[in-house]
């Protein structure tokens, strides 16, 4: 018997090798249709593609591996001939883990869920619509039924809350048998919200449960909701248990400021659900029911003191588990930032009322300050977001405007907003932030506005008045801006605007001197020497700094073009005022010694001026 040659051999194994893997193919597609016919139906997914053509369906049970010879054992020409089938790359699942860098995911995200269908959307409005009407009509149950004398106060307060805990265990039913089905998320708010507002009843209404004891059994079962929402990752059940629970609850009320208080127990513990889950309409469902209770119960009339302290105890709270969650949620994505910030300005809001309007000027600029401090911290906290730290730089003057205001008779516009501004502007320096400097910029520009009619006439000297502090927060607004800028800009600031705080720096520092002068003559039995005296001070002192200014190109050729134009600008003003206000104002000796040494200035000024002049158009030379 001859041997077969090694090719002819190498041909009969391709070809049976070509026969098992049709063989193989054969087989798994008879297998596919098995399991499509007889094996277990999967869940209908909303949207799926119609099933078409089998294409390479994967099968119920994997097919073989079956490896191909390695090219480099087969002879050329066989390789050549033959159709070796290529390894296919196998498709990998995605990543268990994020990728890194700066847009790595937080473990704190989730998977969005897909998006609604028309018949999805019918039936939760259904379901909520309702969830709401079967609240009202526990309400009705709980209220009306007291007026009307049916019932006693504990079968109405057990009857309601035995209808939230059924409510509840069909919830759990339904959701265990359908996921998907809306009606679970709607029972179990339905129940949560119906047991919520049994002990609200039983506890302000009808003298059941110790307030104490049903504060804390309210905290636990918000917390427990906002769990389960979380662990069913349903917003839609979140929102309505708690914001329902929260609109209907002070209707059954008997005591509205303990009412308030289980609002804000609900409205501070659902925040639990933010350390897992990012909702942006949960924010703001759990935080403005609870803010709008406090700031119409703040606007009451005839509010008693102890009753004011009570509301400022809530609405701090409130403000404290509004700043906590915008710290929590300080990198999250652009939508749940304005939800974010809905949580951190509308607790704000009573807590400003209550300390302007219904507390002793002292004790309401204490509570003032005490919200100041709370949103400074919000604004000089590490890691967030630029909108975050301009929000809480916002609140944190708007507080400290209030806590002098309250404090002191310092006038808004003289004082308190040109300070509000130079504390805009330390922030922005010290954040490198220019949310805050835009802040402060505006700031800056309507203080200047207040400022400008009294001041101007004060520095010039035409009108003597105390503008005295307004003046130093001006000198103080020039300083801390040329700061904020180039730190800000992290570059040297723009000419005209360093000149230009330079001016209002000066102008201000005039009116400083004037006004000291006003307030030593008002002191003294010789008001117009002192008059005189502080007008030269501000003449020479211009014409001194514009000597000054005009000097410093020929050490630096940076900007020496506005240099000089300001050192100019100086000394024209420096004698504009010695001919139009200081002449008419000083008697005879001081006139003359003013001329003096604003002449002797004024020479020292021209003989500066050449060099400075030929240093700004001559490039510095090494």
Not at 446 to 475: H, N, Y
Request: charged share 10%.
């Amino acid at each position: 018997m001859t041997q077969m040659p090694p090719d002819e051999q190498l041909r009969q194994l391709l070809a049976r090798h070509d026969r098992l893997l049709a063989e193989t193919a054969r087989q798994n597609h008879e297998l596919h249709e098995w399991a499509v016919r007889f094996g277990p139906r999967p869940a209908p997914t909303v949207g799926a593609p119609p099933a078409g053509p089998f294409v390479a369906q994967p099968s119920a049970f994997p097919p073989p591996v079956v490896s191909a010879p390695h090219p480099a054992f087969l002879p050329p020409v066989a390789a050549a001939q033959h159709p070796l089938v290529q390894p296919q790359p196998v498709p990998q699942p995605e990543a268990a883990e994020a990728p890194a860098g700066p847009h790595a995911a937080s473990p704190l995200d989730v998977p969005r869920s897909p998006s609604l269908s028309t018949t999805q959307v019918v039936a939760r409005v259904l379901a909520g619509i309702g969830a709401l009407v079967t609240l009202v009509g526990v309400a009705f149950i709980l209220v009306l039924a007291a007026q009307y004398g049916y019932f006693g106060p504990a079968p109405r307060t057990i009857s309601a809350a035995m209808l939230g805990v059924v409510l509840a265990a069909g919830a759990f039913l339904l959701h265990r048998r359908d996921p998907q089905n809306a009606g679970g998320p709607a029972l179990l708010a339905t129940g949560m919200a119906a047991g919520f507002l049994s002990l609200v009843a039983g506890t302000t209404l009808y003298d059941l449960v110790p307030g104490v004891v049903g504060l804390v059994l309210a905290g636990l079962l918000g917390v427990a909701v906002s769990l389960v929402a979380a662990l069913w990752r349903s917003e839609w059940l979140a929102c309505l248990a708690v914001a329902s629970a929260l609109v209907i609850g002070p209707w059954v009320s008997g005591d509205v400021h303990l009412g308030a208080a289980f609002m804000v127990v609900l409205s501070a513990v659902a925040s639990v659900a933010h350390l897992r889950m990012r909702w942006s309409a949960f924010h703001v469902a759990r935080t403005l029911p609870t803010t709008f209770l406090l700031v119409g119960l703040a606007g009451r009339y005839g509010l008693s003191a102890n009753d004011a302290w009570l509301l400022v105890a809530l609405a701090g709270v409130h403000a404290v588990m509004g700043a906590m969650s915008a710290l929590l949620g300080r990198r999250t994505a652009t939508p749940e930032q304005w939800a974010l910030a809905s949580v951190l300005v509308a607790p704000a809001l009573p807590v400003l009322l209550l300390a302007v309007g219904r507390l002793p000027r002292l004790e309401g600029a204490w509570v003032a300050l005490g919200a100041a401090g709370l949103y400074v911290v919000v604004a000089l906290f590490r890691g967030g977001r630029d909108w975050l730290r301009a929000t809480g730089a916002a609140l944190a003057g708007v507080f400290a405007l209030t806590t002098v205001g309250l404090a002191t008779h310092l006038s808004l516009v003289d004082v308190l907003v040109p300070g509000l501004a130079v504390a805009y502007a330390a922030a922005a320096g010290s954040l490198r932030s220019r949310a805050v400097g835009t802040v402060a910029l505006v700031g800056s520009l309507v203080g200047l506005a207040g400022w400008l009619p009294a001041g101007v006439p004060a520095a010039f000297g035409i009108r003597f008045r105390d503008v005295l502090v307004g003046s130093i927060l001006v000198v103080l607004l020039a300083a801390v801006g040329h700061w904020a800028t180039r730190r800000v800009l992290a570059h040297p600031s723009p000419a005209w605007l360093r000149y230009a705080l330079i001016a209002v720096g000066m102008l201000g520092g005039a009116a400083v001197v004037t006004s000291l002068g006003y307030l030593l003559a008002r002191t003294s039995g010789a008001p117009i020497a002192i008059h005189q005296t502080s007008s030269v001070v501000v003449t020479v002192g211009w014409a001194l700094a514009s000597l000054v200014v005009l000097r410093r190109p020929l050490r630096s050729s940076d900007h020496a073009g506005g240099w000089i134009k300001l050192g100019l600008g100086l000394a024209a003003a420096a004698t504009g005022k010695l001919f139009l206000v200081d002449l008419a104002l000083l008697p005879g000796l001081a006139r003359g010694i003013a001329f003096l040494l604003v002449g002797l200035l004024l020479l020292a000024l021209g003989i500066s001026y050449a060099k400075a002049y030929e240093r700004a158009r001559t490039p510095l030379q090494s």
